[in-house]
C-alpha cells in the first residue's frame, strides 16, 4: 500500500535511468544516509564506535570490492586480504617516506598500488577459472605475508614488523575522537559505494557480468574477456587497498602482517556469499552479519545467562558463540542460497502487495 | 514441511543443549556484585580460554582471577573491593581491542588492561594514553616500552623479550666459559612468527656483532604446528643451541621435532612463555634436559601465596580452574600479574586515599612508583618467588632478575643462579628504539619534572 510506483510517472531517460527510479527507495537511503551522519553521532557511545560501528563500515567497503570481482564478475578470489595488506602498508610507507603526505593522499595511493598488484594477480584469471582460480590467487596471500614479514624495507625496518601510525587529519582537521573516524570511514564508504553501483550499472559492469554468466558467448558478442577480467581484478583490489588502508590507520592504528591473514580473506569471502553476491547491498548485509554478530552474541549470552540466573564461563560462551554463529550460517544458506539481499527484495516485494496479497 | 519442523526442534533442542552443557561452574563470580555501598576497583580480565593457545592461556587466567578472589577474601585492597570482568580474545589482536573497548568503562572505569599478546599490546599501546589506562605487560609487549619517560602507560613489568635473549645469551657464554668462547658457535633462534616472536631479534644482532656468534633465524609459522622444515635446517646445520622462542602448541611441537630430529634437548633453551608445564607435559621425559628462562618464580607449588589460595580461594569452593594447576608456573604468572596491578592500585592509594577507587591515571602513578621490597613480598606471600622490583619514570620494568630452570622429565627444576641483564647493551637499545618511536609519534618524551608530577 505504501510501497507502490503507481502513479510516479517517467517523463526522461534520466528519470528512468536514477539509481533508486522509485520514490520511496529515494526516501529510505536519505532517510538512512541522514540517520548515518546526524543520529549516530548524537547518540552511539565510544564502545560502539570502537568496535562495532568503524570495523562494520570497513569491512563493508572490503566487501564490496570482494563484491565485484566475485559476485559482479564471477572471479572466485581468496587473496582478499592480501590486497587489503598491500594497500596498508603502501599507503603506510607513502605516509612515512613522502614528506607531508595528507591521508586521503596516501589511502588512494595504496588503493592504486594494491590496484596495481591484483592485476598482476588477476593474470592467472585469464586461464584458469572457478576453484582453480580461488586457488591460483592463494599465491598472492602467501606472497604477500611472506614479504611483509620479510622484507624489511616495507614495515620501515620495525623491530617486529609491526607498524603504526598515529596523528591523522584531513585537510587540518583532526581525525582522533571516535566520531570523527566514524564519519571518515562513513564518508569514503558513502563515495565508494556509489561508485561501485554506477560502475555495475554502466558498461564496464555489464561486461563483467556477461563474462560471469558465460565468458564464450561474452566474448562472442565482442567482450575483451582480458580487458574485463583484469579491470574488475583492478577495481576490486582497488576498494580492498582503500579498505585495507582505513583497516590500519583508523581501526587498528598499529598492525602486523597478521591482521590481513588468510583467515580475512575467508571472512570477506563469506561475507560475500552469506551477503548476496552480485548485490550492493548484499555486502553491507553480509558485513553486519560477519562482524557484528558474533559480539552480539558474546554479549548476549551471559545477558540470557543472567536472566535465568546462571553465569556463563568465558570460554562456555566463546564456544556457544562459535556454535550458534556457524548454525546460523548454515541456516541463513538453506533457507535463502543467494544470500540475505535476496531475502530482503522478497520482503520488498511482499511489501508491494501488503496489505493485499493475491 | 514435517521435516522443516524437526529441523526446527532439533537445533533449538541443540542450543538449549550448548546453554545447559556450558552453563555451570562459575556461578559464584557475578552474585557478589550486587552487594553495593562497597568501594570497588574494576579490573579488566583480557582472556585466551579458547583456541590454539588456550593451553596456555587458561592457567594464566585462572591464577589472574584466583588472586583478585584471595585479595577480596583478605579484605580487599585496603577495603576496597576488587571486581573484575573476562573478555575472550582468542590471542586475536581485532577481538582483543573490541574487548578492551567494551571493557575500559565498565565497573567504574578499567584500573589497568593485561593482554598477555604482544600483537595486542602494539595496538593497544596506540589507545591506552587517550583513554588513559596503564598497560602491565608483565614479561611480554614492547621492549623500548621500559622507558616510561616515552612509553608513559606501557609498564613491561619484571622484564622485557630484550632481557630474556640477553640472559640467555649470558648463560649460554657462561657454559662456553665466557664470552670470548661464542665466538664462531652457531646460535639458531626458533621463533613464532609475530611480534612476539621477532621481538628479541634486535637484540641477539646486537650481540651477535660483540661476541662474533653467527646467528641464524628460523620463523615458525602461527600457531606453530608444522615445523618440519624449521628442524630440517637444525640437522642441516648442526647448531650449538637453539633459542626457542614459542607459544602455545607451538612449544610442545618443537621439543617433539627435536626429539625426532635427534637434536640434544639440553642445548635448548627457551623464553619463558615456552617454559611451563602445558609446554613439556605431552613431550615428558622425551623433553628432559630442555631449558627454559624462569621469570623469576617457577612452579612454586611450596610458596605461601599458593598455599593461601589453596585455603582462602579453592578451600571455600571459588577456585577458578582446576585446583591441581595451583602453583603451575602460567598459574603463578598469571597470579603475579594480578598481584602487581594490586600493588599499583595500593601504591596509588597511599597518595591519593587509602580505601577509595583509583582512577586508571592514578593508579599509573601507582605502577610507576611501585616499590616492593623483599619485606612486603614475603608479607605477601612471595617469599622465594619473587626479587624486590621498584620502577621508575625512566624505568617501567622495575627489575630485570632472571632464572634458568630445566625439565627433570616430570617437573621444573632451577638450574642456575639469578642473572640480571645487562644494562650497558640493553639501556642504549631501549633509549633509541624509543626516542624514534617519540619522533615517529611527535611526543615528547617527559623531563624529570614532569615524572615528579
Same mark, same amino acid.
Given at each position: 500500500?505504501?510501497?507502490?510506483?503507481?502513479?510516479?510517472?517517467?517523463?526522461?531517460?534520466?528519470?528512468?535511468?536514477?539509481? @533508486?527510479?522509485?520514490?520511496?527507495?529515494?526516501?529510505?537511503?536519505?532517510?538512512?544516509?541522514?540517520?548515518?551522519?546526524?543520529?549516530v553521532p548524537l547518540f552511539a557511545d565510544e564502545y560502539l564506535f570502537r568496535a562495532i560501528l568503524i570495523p562494520f563500515l570497513i569491512l563493508s567497503l572490503a566487501a564490496l570490492g570482494v563484491n565485484l570481482l566475485v559476485g559482479y564478475c564471477g572471479q572466485i578470489t581468496l587473496g582478499a586480504g592480501a590486497f587489503m595488506a598491500v594497500g596498508a602498508y603502501a599507503a603506510f610507507n607513502f605516509i612515512v617516506r613522502v614528506d607531508g603526505m595528507p591521508l586521503v593522499g596516501a589511502l588512494l595511493l595504496g588503493g592504486f598500488t594494491a590496484a596495481a598488484v591484483g592485476v598482476v594477480f588477476g593474470v592467472p584469471s585469464l586461464r584458469v577459472r572457478g576453484l582453480y582460480l580461488a586457488v591460483a590467487t592463494l599465491a598472492a596471500q602467501f606472497f604477500w605475508d611472506w614479504a611483509f614479514l620479510r622484507i624489511k624495507w616495507f614495515t620501515n625496518d620495525s623491530s617486529s614488523g609491526s607498524v603504526s601510525v598515529s596523528n591523522l587529519s584531513l585537510f587540518g582537521f583532526p581525525i582522533e575522537s571516535p566520531t570523527e573516524k566514524y564519519l571518515f570511514c562513513l564518508a569514503v564508504l558513502v563515495v565508494f559505494a556509489l561508485l561501485a553501483k554506477n560502475l555495475t550499472r554502466g558498461a564496464i559492469g555489464r561486461q563483467w557480468m556477461a563474462i560471469r554468466d558465460m565468458d564464450?558467448?561474452?566474448?562472442?558478442?565482442?567482450?575483451?574477456?582480458?580487458?574485463?577480467?583484469?579491470?574488475?581484478?583492478?577495481?576490486?583490489?582497488?576498494?580492498l587497498g582503500v579498505a585495507g588502508g582505513l583497516w590500519g590507520f583508523v581501526h587498528l592504528g598499529s598492525w602486523e602482517p597478521a591482521a590481513f591473514s588468510l583467515d580475512r580473506s575467508f571472512q570477506l569471502l563469506f561475507m560475500v556469499i552469506i551477503g548476496g553476491l552480485g548485490s550492493i547491498m548484499g555486502s553491507f548485509f553480509?558485513?553486519?552479519?560477519?562482524?557484528?554478530?558474533?559480539?552480539?552474541?558474546?554479549?548476549?549470552?551471559?545477558?540470557?545467562?543472567?536472566?535465568?540466573?546462571?553465569?556463563?564461563?568465558?570460554?562456555?560462551?566463546?564456544?556457544?558463540?562459535?556454535?550458534?554463529?556457524?548454525?546460523?550460517?548454515?541456516? @541463513?544458506?538453506?533457507?535463502?542460497?543467494?544470500?540475505?539481499?535476496?531475502?530482503?527484495?522478497?520482503?520488498?516485494?511482499?511489501?508491494?502487495?501488503?496489505?493485499?496479497?493475491? | 514441511m514435517k521435516l522443516r519442523n524437526y529441523a526446527l526442534a532439533a537445533s533449538l533442542a541443540a542450543i538449549g543443549l550448548s546453554f545447559t552443557l556450558t552453563a555451570p561452574v562459575h556461578a559464584q563470580a557475578k552474585g557478589k556484585q550486587a552487594q553495593a555501598q562497597v568501594a570497588e576497583q574494576?579490573?579488566?580480565?583480557?582472556?585466551?580460554?579458547?583456541?590454539?593457545?588456550?593451553?596456555?592461556?587458561?592457567?594464566?587466567?585462572?591464577?589472574?582471577?584466583?588472586?583478585?578472589?584471595?585479595?577480596?577474601?583478605?579484605?580487599?585492597?585496603?577495603?576496597?573491593?576488587?571486581?573484575?570482568?573476562?573478555?575472550?580474545?582468542?590471542?586475536?589482536?581485532?577481538?582483543?581491542?573490541?574487548?578492551?573497548?567494551?571493557?575500559?568503562?565498565?565497573?567504574?572505569?578499567?584500573?589497568?588492561?593485561?593482554?598477555?599478546?604482544?600483537?595486542?599490546?602494539?595496538?593497544?599501546?596506540?589507545?591506552?594514553?587517550?583513554?588513559?589506562?596503564?598497560l602491565i605487560t608483565a614479561g611480554y609487549g614492547r621492549s623500548e616500552s621500559a622507558n616510561g619517560a616515552v612509553f608513559t602507560w606501557n609498564f613491561p613489568l619484571l622484564g622485557t623479550y630484550w632481557v630474556g635473549a640477553d640472559v640467555l645469551i649470558q648463560h649460554i657464554a657462561k657454559k662456553?666459559?665466557?664470552?670470548?668462547?661464542?665466538?664462531?658457535?652457531?646460535?639458531?633462534?626458533?621463533?613464532?612468527?609475530?611480534?612476539?616472536?621477532?621481538?628479541?631479534?634486535?637484540?641477539?644482532?646486537?650481540?651477535?656483532?660483540?661476541?662474533?656468534?653467527?646467528?641464524?633465524?628460523?620463523?615458525?609459522?602461527?600457531?606453530?604446528?608444522?615445523?618440519?622444515?624449521?628442524?630440517?635446517?637444525?640437522?642441516?646445520?648442526?647448531?650449538?643451541?637453539?633459542?626457542?622462542?614459542?607459544?602455545?602448541?607451538?612449544?610442545?611441537?618443537?621439543?617433539?621435532?627435536?626429539?625426532?630430529?635427534?637434536?640434544?634437548?639440553?642445548?635448548?633453551y627457551g623464553i619463558w612463555w615456552a617454559g611451563a608445564e602445558p609446554d613439556v607435559k605431552d613431550v615428558g621425559e622425551a623433553a628432559k634436559g630442555y631449558n627454559a628462562l624462569a621469570l623469576q618464580h617457577g612452579a612454586e607449588p611450596n610458596a605461601k601465596v599458593t598455599k593461601d589460595v589453596l585455603a582462602l580461594v579453592h578451600g571455600k569452593g571459588q577456585g577458578t580452574g582446576p585446583k591441581d594447576e595451583v602453583g603451575s608456573v602460567l598459574y603463578m604468572r598469571g597470579l603475579i600479574s594480578a598481584m602487581l596491578g594490586i600493588e599499583g592500585v595500593k601504591r596509588?592509594?597511599?597518595?591519593?586515599?587509602?580505601?577509595?577507587?583509583?582512577?586508571?591515571?592514578?593508579?599509573?602513578?601507582?605502577?610507576?612508583?611501585?616499590?616492593?621490597?623483599?619485606?612486603k613480598l614475603d608479607a605477601l606471600g612471595f617469599a622465594g618467588v619473587m626479587r624486590p622490583i621498584q620502577t621508575s619514570c625512566l624505568d617501567h620494568m622495575g627489575s630485570s632478575w632472571v632464572r634458568v630452570h630445566t625439565w627433570s622429565g616430570s617437573k621444573w627444576e632451577f638450574s642456575s643462579d639469578w642473572y640480571q641483564a645487562d644494562e650497558k647493551v640493553i639501556r642504549p637499545m631501549v633509549m633509541l628504539a624509543s626516542a624514534r618511536y617519540a619522533e615517529e609519534k611527535k611526543i615528547t618524551p617527559r623531563t624529570p619534572e614532569q615524572c615528579k608530577q
Open positions: 500500500m505504501i510501497y507502490r510506483e503507481n502513479g510516479q510517472f517517467k517523463t526522461s531517460y534520466a528519470a528512468d535511468q536514477q539509481i @533508486f527510479p522509485i520514490l520511496q527507495d529515494r526516501w529510505a537511503i536519505l532517510g538512512i544516509l541522514a540517520f548515518a551522519f546526524v543520529a564464450v558467448a561474452a566474448e562472442v558478442i565482442g567482450i575483451r574477456p582480458m580487458y574485463a577480467k583484469l579491470s574488475a581484478f583492478a577495481v576490486s583490489s582497488f576498494f553480509g558485513a553486519a552479519f560477519i562482524v557484528i554478530l558474533p559480539i552480539f552474541l558474546n554479549q548476549l549470552l551471559p545477558w540470557l545467562g543472567g536472566l535465568v540466573g546462571v553465569t556463563i564461563s568465558t570460554a562456555g560462551v566463546s564456544h556457544a558463540e562459535i556454535m550458534i554463529f556457524g548454525a546460523l550460517i548454515v541456516f @541463513f544458506l538453506i533457507v535463502e542460497p543467494h544470500g540475505i539481499a535476496r531475502l530482503w527484495s522478497t520482503a520488498k516485494e511482499k511489501l508491494r502487495l501488503w496489505p493485499f496479497p493475491h | 574494576f579490573f579488566p580480565v583480557l582472556v585466551y580460554r579458547t583456541g590454539p593457545f588456550a593451553p596456555n592461556g587458561t592457567p594464566w587466567a585462572n591464577g589472574f582471577v584466583d588472586y583478585l578472589k584471595l585479595v577480596n577474601a583478605t579484605g580487599g585492597i585496603n577495603g576496597v573491593k576488587a571486581t573484575f570482568e573476562e573478555c575472550e580474545t582468542g590471542y586475536a589482536t581485532d577481538r582483543s581491542v573490541e574487548c578492551y573497548e567494551r571493557l575500559k568503562n565498565k565497573g567504574g572505569g578499567a584500573t589497568a588492561f593485561q593482554s598477555l599478546s604482544t600483537g595486542a599490546t602494539f595496538a593497544l599501546t596506540e589507545k591506552a594514553p587517550v583513554d588513559k589506562i596503564p662456553e666459559g665466557g664470552f670470548d668462547k661464542l665466538k664462531g658457535k652457531k646460535i639458531t633462534l626458533v621463533y613464532h612468527d609475530s611480534p612476539y616472536g621477532k621481538e628479541p631479534i634486535p637484540l641477539l644482532q646486537e650481540r651477535a656483532k660483540m661476541h662474533g656468534f653467527d646467528l641464524s633465524l628460523l620463523p615458525v609459522a602461527s600457531p606453530g604446528v608444522e615445523q618440519k622444515s624449521t628442524w630440517l635446517q637444525i640437522r642441516q646445520n648442526k647448531p650449538d643451541y637453539v633459542l626457542l622462542w614459542g607459544w602455545g602448541v607451538m612449544n610442545s611441537t618443537a621439543l617433539k621435532e627435536a626429539q625426532a630430529t635427534g637434536y640434544p634437548r639440553e642445548k635448548m596509588a592509594q597511599e597518595r591519593y586515599g587509602k580505601g577509595k577507587t583509583m582512577t586508571g591515571e592514578q593508579a599509573r602513578w601507582g605502577l610507576e612508583n611501585l616499590d616492593l621490597d623483599q619485606k
